[in-house]
């Protein structure tokens, strides 16, 4: 009998020790996927952490770029304020040059208009003088008829 109890003891031990064998087995296993897991997650955070850094340069990439649209809106608000007043300075000198024109056309009309009249002051000397030769001629022809009759009478008389 105590030959069966040591064997069963034997047995009872062996049994534990199968049992702790397997849970030793399972506890390596996993410990094993554990490790594995945290490898992973190794792998992630670097992964990760790589693609912040990427991110950041991009960010910073970003910024230098808002920086640079910043700068050339400001730029360009002074080009355009440059403009503006370059296009108030000539809309101004325009305008002094349309009103010199208005000037000149208002003298031109003027001048037109003396010259009209002075053309039409010389038609109408002109006509006088026409009328005052013709009367000067009847006159003259009058008078040489009236000579040539006296001259006429007398050389009767």
């Known amino acids: 009998r105590s030959l069966d109890s040591k064997n069963d003891m034997v047995q009872c031990l062996m049994d534990d020790i199968q049992k702790l064998q397997s849970n030793l087995d399972a506890k390596e296993e996993m410990l094993k996927r554990m490790g594995e897991e945290l490898q992973e ?42 403009k503006e007043v370059e296009g108030s300075v000539r809309s101004s000198e325009l305008n002094n040059a349309l009103r010199e024109i208005e000037g000149l056309e208002d003298e031109i009309v003027l001048k037109n208009k003396t010259q009209e009249e002075l053309r039409n002051k010389v038609e ?34």
Do not use: C, G, P
């Open 41 to 82: 997650v190794r792998n992630e955070k670097a992964s990760l952490q790589e693609t912040i850094s990427s991110k950041n340069e991009i960010i910073s990439q970003l910024e230098n770029l808002i920086s640079d649209l910043r700068q050339t809106e400001i730029d360009f608000e002074k080009q355009l304020t440059r």
């Open 124 to 157: 109408d000397l002109e006509f006088k003088w026409s009328n005052s030769r013709q009367l000067i001629e009847d006159f003259t022809a009058t008078m040489k008829e009236r000579d040539e009759e006296m001259d006429s009478m007398h050389e009767n008389a």
